[in-house]
T-cell receptor, first 112, second 112 residues
Framework: GAGVSQSPRYKVAKRGQDVALRCDPISGHVSLFWYQQALGQGPEFLTYFQNEAQLDKSGLPSDRFFAERPEGSVSTLKIQRTQQEDSAVYLC??????????FGPGTRLTVL | GQQLNQSPQSMFIQEGEDVSMNCTSSSIFNTWLWYKQEPGEGPVLLIALYKAGELTSNGRLTAQFGITRKDSFLNISASIPSDVGIYFCAGQGLDSNYQLIWGAGTKLIIKP
């Protein structure tokens, strides 16, 4: 079966631009997570959805970051007015249990 | 807050050697997970551990959930070139049923 997919795989943005990153989770997975991964580091939690409900957004670094999952399937992570420090790999993961999380390939965002 | 200490940071090994790495936590975990990440890809789940003392294998990989519930070990036997990558431990603490705490990773490099 299909795994988690993310698009685009690479995104280059000029500072100040808005970007939208898409995640297609594994079909039937209730839980969905967004992580930010800096080079040489482990993933850092951003936000968590259970179906369409965003139950935890404590990891979002600023109010420029916004995530949604309106129909409980596909999710979008939006970053407004991008800054250079937003450059990172953004990983999406989905899960049935919430614990065993299955990751997509990530979107590498570079802000110039 | 909870922290994970993963060691070693990197390992240079000869093909055919056995590999050991570990993670320790400042507090008790309910679940330990081991992931492998290759360049340009998301982490891939290798082994999940749910009970203190549990020993689980996945091919040449063996992981154990420490008796104190504050540590976990991953061993790789008879390493091969495709074992190269970054191995992450992740743990689920007592205060969350979904959020994972991640180690910084162990980078495995095969000597030519």
């Amino acid at each position: 079966g299909a795994g988690v997919s993310q698009s685009p795989r690479y995104k280059v943005a000029k500072r100040g631009q808005d970007v939208a990153l898409r995640c297609d989770p594994i079909s039937g997975h209730v839980s969905l997570f967004w992580y930010q991964q800096a080079l040489g580091q482990g993933p850092e939690f951003l936000t968590y959805f259970q179906n369409e409900a965003q139950l935890d957004k404590s990891g979002l670094p600023s109010d420029r970051f916004f995530a949604e999952r309106p129909e409980g399937s596909v999710s979008t992570l939006k970053i407004q007015r991008t800054q250079q420090e937003d450059s990172a790999v953004y990983l999406c993961a989905s899960s049935v249990s919430g614990i065993e999380q299955f990751f997509g390939p990530g979107t590498r965002l570079t802000v110039l | 807050g909870q922290q994970l200490n993963q060691s070693p940071q990197s390992m240079f090994i000869q093909e055919g050697e056995d590999v050991s790495m570990n993670c320790t936590s400042s507090s008790i975990f309910n679940t330990w997970l081991w992931y492998k990440q290759e360049p340009g890809e998301g982490p891939v789940l290798l082994i999940a551990l749910y009970k203190a003392g549990e020993l689980t294998s996945n091919g040449r990989l063996t992981a154990q959930f420490g008796i104190t519930r504050k540590d976990s070990f991953l061993n790789i036997s008879a390493s091969i070139p495709s074992d190269v990558g970054i191995y992450f431990c992740a743990g689920q603490g007592l205060d969350s049923n979904y959020q994972l705490i991640w180690g910084a990773g162990t980078k495995l490099i095969i000597k030519p």
